[in-house]
C-alpha cells in the first residue's frame, strides 16, 4: 500500500518506519526542510532505539521517502496520516490549527478517493473538524471526490516506541466507513499475524480510547505515589506494597512504580487536556484533577527531602543527579522532574552536577544560561566524574547503566556518602553495606 505521513516527529517517524519495515511505500512529509535533508542522509531528529536502522535501511530500499512536498506525495496515495503536534493551548486544551491545516491541504491535494487518518493525540471531535475542512478545500477546487476521516490514535511509549508499534497490544481505529475499515485492516494485517489485534469503533469513541487509556496509567501512578507518601509516615515500605498489589491480577505490575513524578509529552498533556474536556462538558473530573496535582507535588519530592536532610538554605553544597530526561531511553527532556529539583537546588543555593548517557545536549536547552556561566550547574562526561566532592547523588532517572554503581569507589570521591533514590532503584541494605544513607520513595531506612 502507498501511504503517507505528515510530520516526522515521534508518532510520524516511528509510524513511517515501522509501515515501511513491514511492506509498505511510505512517504514522510514535513515542512521543515532541514528535517527532511537529514532525514534523506539518515540523520534522525530524536533518539529512539532501534530508529536509526529502520529508517536508513527501508530508505535505501526505496520504501521509505522523505519529501517537503505533501501534492507529490499525493500522487498514488491510499491513505494520509495526520501525525503533527498538538501543543497545549493556555488553558490545557489540544491545540489543532496544525492538524487542520494540515487536514486542509489534503483537501487541496488528493485525486482519488483517500482515507484520511488522525494519528496524533487529538481531542473527541477532531475527526469531525477534520472531515470539515478537508470538505471545504475540495469544494474550492469543485471536486466531488470521495474521502474517509479515521482516528487511529498511537499507543508508543517512548524509548519503546520502534517494538511497540511493530507489536502493539491492539489497533484502535475509529472510523464509521465500512470502505475506509476493510482499507486500515489490509494495511495493519502484518501486525496481527498471531491474533487479529484490530478493534473497530466509532470515531469518538477511539478519540476518547486514547485519552482514556494515558490518563488511567497517569492515575495508576499517582495513586501509588500517594501511597508512597503515606507509607513513608506510616514507617511501611512501599515497595513491598508494590510487590503485594501487583500481584493482584486485576491490579497487575506495570505503571505502579512510585518515583518523583511522571514527565514527557503526553500523561501531563493529556491528563490536562482531558480536565478542559471534561470542565467543557460541565462535568468537574474530580479524580483527573488530583492525579495532576499529585504529580505536581511529586516532582517537588526530592528536592523536599534534601531540604529536610541539609536546611533550606543551600548554599556550598553540591549534588549530582544522575538522569536527566523524563524516563529512560529517550533524549525527552519535556516535563522532567529534573527539570524542576535542578531550579529548585540552584535557587537554594546549591551547585548541581549533572550526567545523563543521552540527554546532556537537550537539557542545555531546559535551564537559564546563568546556570552554566556562573558554574551552579555542570555537566559531567562519565557519572563518576559527576560524583566527585559531591554531599549526595540523586537519583532521577533510571537508565540501565546506574543499575550496578561502583558504591565503594564512589564513596571515597564524595563528600558526604548520601544517597536520595527518586526512583526506588537501589537495594537499600546494600547501600547502606557501603555506607551510604539511603532516602527513597515511601520507604523507611
Ligand atoms: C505514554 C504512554 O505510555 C504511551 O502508551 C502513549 O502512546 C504515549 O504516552 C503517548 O501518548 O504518546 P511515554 O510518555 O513515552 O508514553 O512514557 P511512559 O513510559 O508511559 O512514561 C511516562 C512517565 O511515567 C515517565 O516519566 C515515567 O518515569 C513515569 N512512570 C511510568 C512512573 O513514574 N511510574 C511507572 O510505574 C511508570
Not at 486542509?104 to 484520511?116: E, L
Not at 465500512?178 to 485492516?185: D, H, S, Y
Not at 548517557?357 to 537539557?363: K, L, S
Request: hydrophobic share 40%; net charge negative; charged share 25%.
Amino acid at each position: 500500500m502507498n501511504i503517507t505521513i505528515v510530520g516526522t516527529g515521534y508518532v510520524g517517524l516511528v509510524s513511517g518506519a515501522c509501515f515501511s519495515e513491514m511492506g509498505s511505500t511510505v512517504t514522510c512529509v514535513d515542512v521543515d526542510e532541514q528535517k527532511i535533508e537529514n532525514l534523506k542522509k539518515g540523520i534522525l531528529p530524536i533518539y529512539e532505539p532501534g530508529l536509526e536502522n529502520l529508517v536508513i535501511e527501508n530508505h535505501k530500499e526505496g520504501l521509505l521517502r522523505f519529501t517537503t512536498s505533501l501534492e507529490s506525495a499525493a500522487q498514488e496515495c491510499d491513505v494520509f496520516f495526520i501525525a503533527v503536534g498538538t501543543p497545549p493551548d493556555e488553558d490545557g486544551s489540544a491545540d489543532l490549527q496544525y492538524v487542520l491545516q494540515v487536514a486542509r491541504n489534503i483537501g487541496r491535494v488528493i485525486n482519488s478517493y483517500t482515507v484520511i487518518v488522525d494519528k496524533s493525540t487529538v481531542p473527541v471531535g477532531t475527526a469531525d473538524k477534520v472531515k470539515k475542512v478537508v470538505q471545504e478545500s475540495l469544494d474550492k477546487r469543485g471536486s466531488d471526490l470521495e474521502f474517509d476521516v479515521v482516528s487511529n490514535p498511537e499507543f508508543l511509549k517512548e524509548g519503546a516506541a520502534v517494538n511497540d508499534f511493530l507489536s502493539p497490544d491492539r489497533i484502535i481505529v475509529g472510523c464509521d466507513s465500512p470502505r475506509a475499515i476493510k482499507l486500515m485492516k489490509r494495511l495493519y494485517a502484518p501486525f496481527s499475524r498471531n491474533r487479529d489485534k484490530l478493534i473497530t469503533m466509532k470515531v469518538r469513541d477511539a478519540e476518547m480510547t486514547k485519552y482514556a487509556v494515558n490518563s488511567m496509567l497517569a492515575t495508576k501512578i499517582s495513586f501509588m505515589n500517594e501511597m508512597a507518601t503515606i507509607c513513608e509516615r506510616l514507617g511501611v515500605d512501599v515497595e513491598n506494597v508494590r510487590k503485594g498489589i501487583g500481584s493482584d491480577q486485576r491490579i497487575g505490575y506495570s505503571f505502579i512504580y512510585p518515583g518523583c513524578g511522571y514527565g514527557g509529552s503526553c500523561f501531563p498533556k493529556d491528563v490536562n487536556a482531558l480536565i478542559r474536556t471534561s470542565r467543557d462538558m460541565g462535568v468537574e473530573p474530580h479524580v483527573l484533577a488530583s492525579v495532576a496535582r499529585r504529580n505536581s507535588l511529586q516532582k517537588e519530592v526530592l528536592g523536599n527531602k534534601i531540604k529536610e536532610r541539609f536546611g533550606n538554605d543551600l548554599c556550598g553544597k553540591i549534588f549530582c543527579i544522575w538522569g536527566l530526561s523524563f524516563k529512560p531511553g529517550t533524549d525527552d527532556m519535556r516535563e522532567a522532574p529534573a527539570i524542576v529539583l535542578i531550579n529548585e537546588l540552584v535557587a537554594a543555593g546549591a551547585t548541581v552536577h549533572a550526567y545523563d548517557p543521552v540527554a546532556m545536549t537537550q537539557a542545555v536547552g531546559e535551564f537559564s544560561p546563568s546556570f552554566f556561566q556562573e558554574n551552579r550547574l555542570r555537566l559531567f562526561k562519565t557519572p563518576y566524574d559527576a560524583l566527585v566532592d559531591t554531599d549526595a547523588l540523586v537519583l532521577v532517572t533510571e537508565w540501565k547503566t546506574f543499575r550496578q554503581p561502583a558504591f565503594q569507589a564512589m564513596a571515597k570521591v564524595m563528600r558526604q556518602q548520601i544517597l536520595f533514590d527518586g526512583r526506588n532503584l537501589y537495594d537499600p541494605g546494600e547501600v547502606q553495606e557501603h555506607g551510604f544513607e539511603y532516602h527513597g520513595i515511601g520507604r523507611n531506612f
